[in-house]
Structure formats: structure tokens, C-alpha cells
């Protein structure tokens, strides 16, 4: 399968416990995208990579979020001391050009 | 963030019959989206529009992109079961899509 994946599927964890998610994209995919998406919602943009390069970040986007992506490939989400709010599904994209985006499966996250 | 204006927001319809949905929006977009998400799943891309005034089709799905590129259509037509699902339309510009917030489309066989 040479779509982009998501690991893990399912995250739950308590109240202030730190979680990382991975996205690996396409893999000749320079730009990558983490979006967030809660119940009845569409995706929310978070943050955008260019090669390894964040070239820009969302105001959803809180001091407790963190995002890498160290070698242009695959790129890491941490959230530090999750709170019940953080309770989402976190999709990662990835194109060549900003002219589409292939999403991966999703990491759902519940913060208990 | 953004999120655009996304209509209608639930749809029931009988096998075999047509269905229209739109998207529209404040700002003007460079390119327009239409994904399809089922439950627990990431959205997958169904046809992507990138001129205004353009019409393009994937099998029996048909999408239009707004002369005034600030809304977008889709139609399928001769629904069938595995249509269910939600449909969200996504606009493009800068370095970001803003999604709008989805179709639940369910079909009735």
C-alpha cells in the first residue's frame, strides 16, 4: 500500500499524559498536512510542512501541540498534557503541489 | 478556522435516484475539493476542480467549479448503497484547504 499512513489507529489516555501520533506520507510527497476533525465537523487545518520546513500553523494550534517532521519524510504530532477537548480524529495529508491531498486513515484520540 | 457553507446538511434518498450538493463561501478559492469519508476513515479525494466554470466527472459523480470561484457543486447520479457516507467539499488557496461541514448522504435501497 503506497498511501499515506497513520500510527496508531486508536489513542486513549488520560487526562494530562502526553501522546505522539506518526504520519508517514507518499512517499515522493513533499508537502504534509495534520488536520484536526471532531464530530459533525470537517477537518481543521493545524499545520503545513514543506520538505522539513513548518511553514505554517494554525491558531488551534496551542503551546501544548507540536509538530516535526526532521527529514522531509515522515512527520510526528505530540500533545502535551491532553485535556478531554483534545478528544478528536487526526488526519495527516500529503501532496506534491497544493493543487489536491490524499488524507491517511486517522489517528482517534479520547482523552479519558 | 474557516469552514465553509455546506448544503444540504443530510440527505435520505431511494436507490436509483440523483442527488445535489453544494458548497459556498465568503472567499475566493484557486482550486476545489470533493472527498468522501466513511465512519472511523480519512477522506478520500473524488475529483479535484481547478478552473472556474470547469465541469468534471468520475464515473457518475459530476462536480462544477463556480464561475465566481466561491462555490462548487456535486452531483451523483443513479445512487446506490455505497454512496452512504459523508461528502465535504474543501476550498483551496495559500497553503491550506478549508473544509466544509459535510453531506451525510444516506440511501435507501
Known amino acids: 500500500d503506497t498511501g499515506v499512513s497513520q500510527d496508531p489507529r486508536h489513542k486513549i489516555t488520560k487526562r494530562g499524559q502526553n501522546v505522539t501520533f506518526r504520519c508517514d506520507p507518499i512517499?515522493?510527497?513533499?508537502?504534509l498536512y495534520w488536520y484536526r476533525q471532531t464530530l459533525g465537523q470537517g477537518p481543521e487545518f493545524l499545520t503545513y510542512?514543506?520538505?522539513?520546513?513548518?511553514?505554517?500553523k494554525s491558531r488551534l494550534l496551542s503551546d501544548r501541540f507540536s509538530a516535526e517532521r526532521p527529514k522531509g519524510s515522515f512527520s510526528t504530532l505530540e500533545i502535551q498534557r491532553t485535556e478531554q477537548g483534545d478528544s478528536a480524529m487526526y488526519l495527516c495529508?500529503?501532496?506534491?503541489?497544493?493543487?489536491?491531498?490524499?488524507f491517511g486513515p486517522g489517528t482517534r484520540l479520547t482523552v479519558l | 478556522g474557516q469552514q465553509l457553507n455546506q448544503s444540504p446538511q443530510s440527505m435520505f434518498i431511494q436507490e436509483g435516484e440523483d442527488v445535489s450538493m453544494n458548497c459556498t463561501s465568503s472567499?475566493?478559492?484557486?482550486?476545489w475539493l470533493w472527498y468522501k469519508q466513511d465512519p472511523g476513515e480519512g477522506p478520500v479525494l473524488l475529483i479535484a476542480?481547478?478552473?472556474?466554470?470547469e465541469l468534471t466527472s468520475n464515473g457518475r459523480l459530476t462536480a462544477q467549479f463556480g464561475i465566481t470561484r466561491k462555490d462548487s457543486f456535486l452531483n451523483i447520479s443513479a445512487s446506490i448503497p455505497s454512496d452512504v457516507g459523508i461528502y465535504f467539499c474543501?476550498?483551496?488557496?495559500?497553503?491550506?484547504?478549508?473544509f466544509g461541514t459535510g453531506t451525510s448522504l444516506t440511501v435507501i435501497p
Open positions: 495529508a500529503s501532496s506534491l503541489a497544493l493543487d489536491t491531498q490524499y
Open positions: 474543501a476550498g483551496g488557496g495559500g497553503n491550506q484547504f478549508y
Open positions: 510542512f514543506q520538505n522539513e520546513a513548518q511553514l505554517e
Open positions: 472567499s475566493i478559492f484557486n482550486t
Open positions: 512517499s515522493e510527497h513533499n508537502r
Open positions: 476542480l481547478y478552473k472556474a466554470g
